[in-house]
């Protein structure tokens, strides 16, 4: 490595928060990101000047570098086209855009053109499952992408060599019902300037008057989670909100973070309030990149109004900030505890339960974590408060949702419905009622098949998550158990045995059925397996990654067995 190359990197590493990392873990990542858009990868000699510059031993830096997708230890090209490949853009067309890359660039999925200015990947679910096939090149999205698109797309790369871009291509925001959250029927700040006129403990009980349950998927009671943290000692505490929506067929968040930034953080900044925090912190998906900057702006427009920073709202005692933190493509740091570590600096691997992050969480600090869409219903709350919010949805599930709908309907998009409507109400709203299945909550959710389309979608029933994939009558079932599989299979994190091993297993018993080679017997080992994970995994992504293979297999054994090879 030359003089110069190491005096750059030293350069580069200087840029980011002007080089103040000595001992400071928590900008690594950081670091890394920038010194991966700055030369397309981080070398062994890049490594090292990190190690150095933030107090680690090299292997402690290429640890991290081997975790995260979007980091990488060989150099990319200079544009890096990743293609969706989770369900909903494979029901769009996928396999033909990807048939075209490689025609188009002359390389094969996962290697860089000779010339270095293409590298050619895979990317799971980036949150444009209504708009599919979709594909990154480098921070910039494109949606509806089609074979002809390809050309021009990488027609285009080649004329402007070097310039590097962000933002959207061809994107409709797809907002196809609105309800009390996406009419703005909360006045802005309203919410705030409540809770500020109220003691801290009135706040918290506002929330478990409504009772608000967490819209990221388990629905744990909110009132619950910021009483522990209010009631928790530490000289600092964090709201941390989780913007890491990774879960296949979600993007409901997507439209919050673009159009409803504010009441995002004003929803944090209640927490902020409730808990006693000081400092929030949005972790914001490396696949949602291209917002960063106009959060940026929404974060600094509120400090300028004092809506974020000392004395907000006049109220001396009242100090918040919000800071942003990039993940950087790993699904498994929407775990809460995974994506602590994530901001601490670490690989993003789920921590043991107990304790849990309300009590010690970033930097072992009580820390609440909440979802995008919890926060904004927690600003609706406090502004219309909980008997208003209660008139909609259902005793256990109170208020509405959203829900990100895609697959085979004619009108995927984002849908605001109260808690409690029925599955054949969806699909009659989005127009897929043909639908032979539904998949509930993304990859980890439910398969639910047409005898249970009455069900209610609701806590009490049929788990809401944030998304609903329409599975048509033409659909092969086992299509959909192999593409989430494979998703599971990558995207675990390979710390516990039952979620490694047993994520393989099952994808391997799936490309069996597809055989034809899969007896009874087998199957019957399978589903053991499946209930095996469901206990010893150690977070979500192992407990709940059979879900849909063993919907599949209880409800379409008839079109899973006996079958035949697929031409
Ligand atoms: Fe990692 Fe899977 Fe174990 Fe979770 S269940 S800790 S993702 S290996």
Redesign the pocket.
Known sequence: MSAIITSQIRDEIKRVNGGAFAGNRGNLLPVLQHLQARFGGISGEAMQEVADAVGLRPVEVEEIVSFYSFLRKDTAGRFIIRLCRTLSCEMQGKKQVANQLESELGIRFGETTPDKLFTLEYTNCMGMCDQGPAMLVNDRIFTHVTPEKVHRIVTECRRQFGEYQTGLVDFNPNIRKVGPILTGISEAEAGLRRALRMPRSEVIGEIRAAFLRGRGGAGFPVSTKWQIAAAAKGANKYVVCNADEGEPGTFKDRLLLLDFADKVIEGMTIAGYAIGATQGLIYLRGEYAFMREELEESISNRRKKSLLGQSIFGKEDMVFDVDIRMGSGAY?CG?ETALIESMEGKRG??RNRPPFPVNTGFMSCPTAVNNVETFVNAALVLDKGPEWYKQNGTAQSTGTKLFSISGDCISPGIFEFPLGISISEVLEEAHGEDAKAVQIGGASGQCVPRSGFERCISFEDAPPGGSIIVIGPDRDMLDVAENFLEFFAE??????I???KGTQVLLEGVRLLRRGDCSLEYLARLRKLSASMKIA???????S?PNAFMGIVDHFQDELLGRRPKE
């Open positions: 498994v775990e691997e789920p995207e675990s994190c390979g710390q516990c039952p979620c490694r995994s150690k977070c979500g992504l192992g407990q990654a």
